[in-house]
């Protein structure tokens, strides 16, 4: 399956690497015209160095007001990508204080909720149809040990894709989530990849840990005219791990 989507307007939160990194170069490759939004500057001169054809947004989007107004002067988009994340929230879920939750839930979850509204109305004011991709977790599934914070902010982003599913439908903008196993890229630091990919792969019938292009392929496709009767779903990209309640095949 090939993807065009010359012509077509897409934002990617996240993009200076990783994932939205890797949606970011996948979608100029396609044809489309990129918004990539980051809070690293070097991760967005980078990005720039790799493809000239990307515009690149510098913000924190856990600062809900200047968020709105970074968006709000972009032109109508076909498309929003919340990849955006940061591993917080960790540790023994009755020790955990607010100010250990308040970032992972301002960044993997109000900030979505925030940039679907200001992007998802523009296009219904303008009669846009369009398609919205959150990058959501098997975390948001199941629990993890002492990942409160991450695993309620990710729930929260599955509750937040059917709800925009339910009441942006009649406006032809479908939301999805895909939700993801731990994927190989260096949001893990070097030093936890070997135990977390240890306990990620146990139980799952494809045993690897996910890559940049596993994530990819799904997303484009919930973007593009071949998911148009797709909305509201929580799809799975986690080599099976949830389908298993085993610990042997």
């Known amino acids: 399956m090939s993807f065009d989507f010359t012509g077509k307007k897409v934002l990617v939160t996240g993009a200076g690497r990783g994932i939205g ?3 970011a170069l996948a979608l100029v490759k ?24 990307i515009v690149t947004i510098l913000q924190d989007l856990s600062n809900w007001e200047t968020t709105r107004v970074a968006l709000e002067s972009l032109e109508v988009l076909d498309g929003l990508v919340n ?6 929230g960790y540790g023994p879920a009755l020790e955990l204080s607010k100010d250990d939750l308040d970032r992972g839930v301002a960044v993997n979850l109000f900030a979505v909720i925030n940039c679907i509204q200001v992007v998802c109305k523009k296009m219904v004011d303008a009669g846009r149809t369009g398609s919205v991709v959150n990058i959501s977790s098997i975390a948001g599934q199941k629990a993890l040990p002492q990942a409160l914070g991450y695993c309620v ?36 630091p070097p030093e936890k990849k070997e135990t977390t990919f240890e306990l990620v792969v ?26 148009s009767m797709v909305t509201g779903t929580t799809h799975l990209v986690d080599g099976g791990k949830l389908c298993n309640i085993t610990t042997k095949s």
Not at 34 to 39: G, N
Not at 83 to 88: P, S, W
Not at 202 to 222: A, K, N
């Open 21 to 23: 990194r890797g949606v």
């Open 30 to 53: 396609a044809g489309c015209k990129v918004y990539a939004l980051d809070c690293v500057e070097e991760s967005l001169a980078s990005l720039r160095t790799e493809s000239s054809k």
């Open 83 to 88: 990849n955006a994340a940061v591993v917080e």
């Open 153 to 188: 902010s990710k729930a929260g982003v599955d509750m937040v894709t059917k709800q925009f599913a339910l009441e942006l439908g009649s406006h032809n903008i479908r939301v999805n989530s895909v939700n993801l196993t731990a994927v190989d890229t260096d949001m893990i």
């Open 202 to 227: 146990e139980r799952m019938p494809i045993s690897r840990p996910g890559t940049v292009h596993d994530v990819v392929g799904p997303v484009l496709y919930l973007l593009s005219d071949y998911s």
